[in-house]
């Protein structure tokens, strides 16, 4: 009984230590959009940074030369776009 209370209590600590490794934090860059790409749903901004850009935020209205604020989150390596808002002047 011993042994597998130590073994679940093994798996849990690594199971917790691998979400904690995979989810990274958000960043907040504004630059202004060189291009947006509908069908690949992909922000290029003008210092040359591409996003692709997540399920859910509506790039339709997003025009090249709009200066923007684009929150970017990772998890498992990869980086997309979670949030575009224009940006404050």
């Known amino acids: 009984m011993r ?3 130590s073994v679940v209590a093994t798996v849990g600590i690594l199971v917790a230590a691998t979400a904690a490794l995979a989810a990274e934090a958000t960043h907040k860059t504004t630059a202004t959009i060189k291009s947006v ?6 922000i290029t ?5 591409t996003y692709k850009v997540a399920r859910g935020v509506n790039i339709n209205r997003i025009k ?3 200066k923007v604020t684009v929150t970017t989150s990772g998890f498992g390596g990869t980086i997309e776009a979670s949030a575009i808002a224009p940006a404050a002047d």
């Open 37 to 42: 790409d509908l069908m690949k749903h992909v």
């Open 45 to 49: 901004l003008e210092n040359g940074s």
């Open 3 to 5: 042994k597998m209370i």
């Open 64 to 66: 090249p030369g709009q």
